[in-house]
């Protein structure tokens, strides 16, 4: 069965400050993988897309990064703003051609303290 | 439209009862998704549609769950006799081209759904 792992399961940080949280997938063939932000009570909001081809990018003070290889992506945020305080899910999709079954993690929670 | 909506935005039901939840996609677009996401949860798969077309629903959790997309714009998720464990937010997102792709899928705020 298709996994994704995500850590720390929470995340407490001081305004200001960076952090990086981590994504492991099993999702077999691999498609594409996305990171989104999602404040309580709202819907998920796309940050990054990556396929297969690409091992970073960036929007503004997010960047994630992938490794194929290792099946791992990493979300790095800098410089930390109290807006940033939301949960933090990864979504691997596999590649069933003409199929969508995307895989989400289970999310970090994110809280940034002034 | 300005973005995703869905309507109602909270649900209560008593077991038993069949719901009806609503999706407005972005005007034009002709992806359409729907999940499923339990407290503290990430959201789950449900089914797809591409215009009115549905491609993939194989995440329904139970023939109980339905949707359809009749014109390609507007979608309803129903489920009939609902339990206990439907209770969840439903989201619904949108996407301007073929999901298989890396357009970006734009989220609804979701129905929040409790089943009594």
């Known amino acids: 069965k298709n996994q994704v792992e995500q850590s720390p399961q929470s995340l407490i940080i001081l305004e200001g400050k960076n952090c990086t949280l981590q994504c492991n997938y099993t999702v077999s063939p691999f498609s594409n993988l996305r990171w989104y932000k999602q404040d309580t009570g709202r819907g998920p909001v796309s940050l990054t897309i990556m396929t297969f081809s690409e091992n970073t990018k960036s929007n503004g003070r997010y960047t994630a990064t992938l490794d194929a290889d290792t099946k791992q992506s990493s979300l790095h945020i800098t410089a930390s703003q109290l807006s940033d305080s939301a949960s933090y899910i990864c979504v691997v999709s596999e590649a069933t051609g003409g199929s969508y079954i995307p895989t989400f993690g289970r999310g970090t929670s994110l809280i940034v303290h002034p | 439209g300005a973005g995703v909506s869905q309507s109602p935005r909270y649900k209560v039901a008593k077991r038993g009862q069949d719901v009806a939840l609503r999706c407005d996609p972005i005007s034009g677009h002709v992806s359409l998704f729907w999940y499923q996401q339990a407290l503290g949860q990430g959201p789950e798969f449900l089914t797809y549609?591409?215009?009115?077309?549905?491609?993939?629903k194989s995440g329904l959790p139970s023939d109980r769950f339905f949707a359809e997309r009749p014109e390609g714009s507007v979608s309803t998720l129903k489920i009939q006799r609902t339990q206990q464990e439907d209770s969840a937010v439903y989201l619904c997102a949108s996407s301007r081209d073929f999901s298989g792709s890396t357009d970006t899928q734009y989220f609804g705020p979701g129905t929040r759904l409790t089943v009594l």
């Open positions: 549609f591409q215009n009115e077309a549905q491609l993939d």
